[in-house]
């Protein structure tokens, strides 16, 4: 069987742009992720295919043509660049276990394990369904493309704008592929690009993203000072990426504590927000309040909208908000994931940044990433967060 993986591009853009900001700030900072799967599915079978794939994904290196893409996109340093060129991830950064399930652990610098997370979790979908489903074609699959095509086709929604952001819980690099060229075929103007850098460069997409949960949970430990520590992480990106990469992640301490750092500097100098978990539409007038608060017109400003996203909610999303602020959408397995079997909820997540817990509490129930109840109640004191 050939390998899933044949590209460390084969990742989400803001992989890249978040290792730059550590690669030009924080070359020494460890860290260390977690795997979990968030629905009973039992995926310890998988442990010998994975380490496999983990082996064949640390044998990659960049192409000189993938290399000369990515500093065609404008937002890459030439320093960068020649770092990638001898780069390789490594295999004893991974820790692969079984006991009563799937254990998987990535832990080392920050700059060599960052981008283990997508690929990783593409290849122990793509396992999953090659393994218990193994005779699946994609009929089902284009049709339900279809109908979500024909829907979106309503002259309503012309102005309407979304992407592709489903690499990580993906059905198989294959059907990612084939619904990109159906999508960049018969919607040429509302799709609007992938997070996915390899078939972004493939297919001539534009390629999306700026910033992951992970960076400004980092900023816990690596702030000068816990409070203001995502108000110092902002600035640290604007320093590197000026106007070019400005959409702003809201949830790692809910959308109240963000705003609370949020101020008119950082909201005129960001070209706007994104929302991925909570309530999209409390989530929205409460950004849409806080830009009024500061003289800020909402309409001049980007809403990303990204958290479970399906055709059907996104365009009530867009019904609400259009006219009011400039909404854009990123659709993950709603896309990738929607071939006639329940998609796994697996995610890897930051849990410590130099030895030390970090934190993630976002608007919605049951998505709180912490290893350290004494550190999730002192966050939750400390930023005023109540029970959710």
Known sequence: MSAILTSLLDTDLYKFTMMQCVFHRFKTSQATYRFKCRKPVKLSALKSLIQQELKNLCQLTF?????????????????????????????HYVHLSVSDDLNLTIQGPWLETILFEIPLLAIISELYYQENFPQTNFNLAKDKL???????????YANLRFSDFGTRRRFSKE?????LTLLQKNLPEQFNGTSNVFFAKQLN????????????????????????????????????????????????LTMTA?????????????????????????????????????????KEKIFVFSDSL???????????????????????????NDVGFDPLD????????????VVKI??????????????????KKEFHIKEH
Request: with cysteine; hydrophobic share 35%; charged share 20%.
């Open 63 to 91: 192409q000189e043509d993938e290399l000369n893409y990515l500093t065609t996109l404008g937002f890459f340093k030439a320093d960068f660049i020649d770092y990638l060129r001898t780069f390789q991830l490594k295999e």
């Open 146 to 156: 279809a109908d979500k095509i024909n829907f979106l086709k309503n002259p309503a």
């Open 175 to 179: 059907w990612q592929q084939t619904l």
């Open 205 to 252: 997409l534009k390629p999306i993203g700026t910033m992951a949960h992970e960076y400004l949970q980092a900023f816990q430990v690596l702030s000068p000072k816990l409070h203001g520590f995502q108000h110092y992480a902002l600035t640290i990106w604007l320093e590197e990426y000026g106007d070019k990469l400005g959409i702003a992640l809201t949830d790692v």
């Open 258 to 298: 963000f705003l609370q750092e949020f101020d008119k500097n950082l909201a005129t100098s960001y070209k706007g927000l994104r929302q991925d978990s909570g309530n999209p539409i409390t989530w929205g007038e409460q950004a849409i309040k806080h830009y009024q608060s500061l003289g800020i017109d909402p």
């Open 310 to 336: 399906t055709v059907s909610k996104m365009t009530q999303i867009y019904d609400h908000f259009k006219g009011r602020c400039q909404p854009y959408f990123g659709i993950g397995t709603h896309l990738t």
């Open 346 to 357: 697996i995610v890897i997540k930051l849990t410590h940044t130099n030895n030390r817990p």
């Open 362 to 379: 976002s608007d919605s129930k049951g998505k709180i990433i912490c290893e350290d109840e004494n550190y999730l109640n002192f966050i």
